[in-house]
């Protein structure tokens, strides 16, 4: 088979891609991490190069010739990555560490869709020492894990496996090196993360993912010696994930849990972490349902014609001033996309002025500036997202045998419900009206979960119990959730 030098300008990489592959592909081979949140499918457009100086598709983009590609900077630098969040405090009680290391270190890894989080932690005071995080490079593979799914049942598993594993290694040691010490004194890493991401990382199938029922292969909580894993660290260290709820109601719900306490408290409680995937849990001390729905990847950029990621050049919020739309754009630049949080703010905006109804119908394209705009198709995508969110919300109280306006609190988790304005969510049906003054950010409580699980071990222990309590509420195969979808489609009056 015939190979075409293939010349990265910007990267100064020169790779030797096979007649036929994509330059996605090539991308990807030559250890770039592109954007593709379609996963290479031709659907998003967002993997924009310019090839011997012309735009193009790097998806759509066969290989016959020798190239010179220049990639596009995109969304994936200056990104806003959550690392922060509320955590109760726990007594520092750790497992036994190996006798032959002085300063023992203690890790904790929340392993989300878009982005990879991990918190280094003394293992003699339980002190925080560093925390790092990048964007997931899985991302090449698709924007949402049914995407990446799929992609590990058709092409293999490996990849996505062995990239985020090396992601994780990567991290590790620049949080180690950064506090002075060697990732050989790392002895413990607990790790959350969806179950679609649980699957992946330890090379477990997904097809029952994608497949009804739905159910994950494993549930219970799982350790390894870290080394099986690819993680170079401390020979007897374990990697430790927190156990499962469900279908893609992952570990990474099991450290909300565990992080905000709320099966101790008598409050009614609703938690919602909102990305590509919504998962929800409702209840508090007499018993907790978890839901899950897919909210598709609108609240990220992807499916939106101008949308991007949180980072430098996005609108990232839209409010009425003098009865005039204004915006603010992060890094305060020119605009260059909008995020997820300004796509809900320029909703509410339009629909207080009579620009869009009830329907989502727009008078005509909404414009910031002559490059960036919103169009009747963004508007129809986030009503796609929002629906699926509200609808699961509804059929959690209906479960739980209450009415939307008695849920006391509504915690919201994530990057997304961090930057979101609650009234925004409300004016648009996203959450519900009631809960507008009861709503409260609680950042990146998975991330905080895994950190309260690998400083006391009897917390660890008490994760495998929350999960096994949590009823499971598969809404994918409930048959009033498809009446509700519809219904929550439109927008409040």
């Not at 994930?241 to 992080?259: H, Q, S, Y």
């Not at 919602?272 to 598709?296: H, K, P, Q, W």
């Not at 990146?444 to 096994?468: K, W």
Request: aromatic share 6%; with cysteine; charged share 25%.
């Amino acid at each position: 088979m015939k190979e075409y030098r293939i010349t990265f300008l910007k990267e100064g990489i020169i790779y030797k891609a096979c007649e036929g592959m994509t330059v996605l592909e090539a991308e990807i081979a030559a250890g770039l991490t592109p954007d593709s949140p379609c996963g290479g499918k031709g659907s998003c457009g967002k993997c924009k190069v310019k090839i011997n100086g012309k735009p193009a598709l790097a998806c759509r983009t066969a290989i016959y010739e020798d190239m010179t590609v220049e990639t596009e900077e995109g969304d994936g630098r200056n990104v806003r990555i959550l690392m922060e969040g509320c955590r109760r405090e726990v007594a520092f009680l750790p497992e036994k560490f190996p006798e032959d290391v002085e300063h023992p270190l203690l890790a904790a890894v929340d392993l989300g869709s878009t982005s990879v989080v991990v918190y280094l932690l003394d293992g003699l005071t339980g002190r925080l020492l560093s925390v790092k995080s990048m964007l997931n490079p899985q991302r090449q593979y698709g924007a949402d894990v049914v995407m990446r799914s799929s992609y590990a049942l058709e092409k293999g598993a490996d990849l996505l496996s062995g990239c985020i594993r090396r992601a994780v290694t990567v991290l590790l040691r620049e949080a180690a090196r950064e506090c002075g010490s060697s990732w050989e004194e790392i002895v413990q890493i607990v790790m959350v993360g969806n179950t679609c991401m649980h699957h992946l990382f330890l090379e477990i199938s997904t097809e029952s993912l994608i497949l009804a029922p739905y159910e994950p292969k494993v549930k219970s909580a799982v350790r390894v010696k870290a080394s099986q894993c690819g993680i170079l660290v401390h020979p007897q260290a374990e990697v430790c994930w927190l156990p499962v709820i469900g279908g893609f109601v992952g570990a990474d719900t099991v450290g909300c849990l565990l992080a905000s306490a709320v099966d101790k408290n008598d409050e009614m409680t609703l938690i919602v972490d909102i990305g590509t995937n919504g998962e929800m849990v409702l209840g508090n001390r007499f018993g907790l349902t978890a839901c899950s729905t897919a909210a598709g990847p609108a609240f990220e950029g992807a499916k939106i014609m101008c949308g991007m990621r949180g980072s430098t050049g996005a609108i990232d919020h839209v409010y009425l001033k003098d009865g005039a739309v204004s915006y603010h754009v992060i890094g305060d630049t020119e605009p260059m996309g909008i995020c997820g949080s300004g796509l809900l703010d320029t909703a509410a905006c339009l629909l207080e002025q009579g620009l869009i109804d009830e329907t989502g119908r727009m008078k005509e394209t909404y414009y910031f500036t002559s490059a960036v705009y919103i169009t009747q198709k963004d508007i129809r995508e986030l009503q796609l997202a929002k629906a699926a969110i509200a609808a699961g919300i509804r059929l959690l109280c209906k479960h739980r045998g209450i009415a939307p306006g008695e849920i006391q609190k509504l915690l919201l988790a994530g990057a997304f419900g961090n930057y979101l304005k609650p009234e925004s969510a409300c004016a648009v049906g996203l959450l519900p009206v009631e809960l507008k003054e009861r709503i409260c950010a609680v950042g990146n409580a998975a991330g905080e979960g895994a950190q309260i699980a690998v400083l006391n071990r009897l917390e660890y222990e008490r994760a495998e119990e929350l999960a096994s309590r949590t009823d499971f509420l598969e809404l994918a195969t409930d048959p009033e959730f498809q009446e509700i979808y519809v219904e929550e489609m439109e927008f409040p009056v």
